[in-house]
């Protein structure tokens, strides 16, 4: 079996960052594409940003410029940088990964709350 794991999410002012994890761990034969959603209280689920094996990248227009999706296939873990946050990006933050075998997988989010 494989599982993700996402951390890094926490309490921050209005203006500052955080950099979110995914780390994918068990029997990983390989990782497609690696997704970052977030799911706002009473809101539905939405894309944030994508990237590809190859990271190749795509963000939802609300967050261009500001967030940076990366990974390191070396250590399968995936980062979400969050730069220049808004108290509108205060959401819980989940990490959807597309293994080879296995078909997409999500972890069980972490509270990202940016304060005015």
């Known amino acids: 079996q494989v599982q993700l794991v996402e951390s890094g999410g926490g309490l921050v002012q209005a203006g500052g960052s955080l950099r979110l994890s995914c780390i994918a761990s068990?029997?990983?034969?390989?990782?497609?594409?690696v997704h970052w959603y977030r799911q706002a209280p009473g809101k539905q689920r939405d894309l944030v940003a994508s990237?590809?094996?190859?990271?190749?990248?795509n963000y939802a227009d609300s967050v261009k410029g500001r967030f940076t999706i990366s990974r390191d296939n070396a250590k399968n873990t995936v980062y979400l940088q969050m730069n220049s946050l808004k108290p509108e990006d205060t959401a819980v933050y989940y990490c959807?990964?597309?293994?080879?075998?296995?078909?997409?997988?999500w972890g069980q989010g972490t509270q990202v709350t940016v304060s005015s």
């Open positions: 068990g029997k990983i034969v390989s990782i497609n594409n």
């Open positions: 959807r990964a597309d293994f080879v075998g296995y078909g997409p997988k």
């Open positions: 990237i590809t094996r190859g990271s190749s990248t």
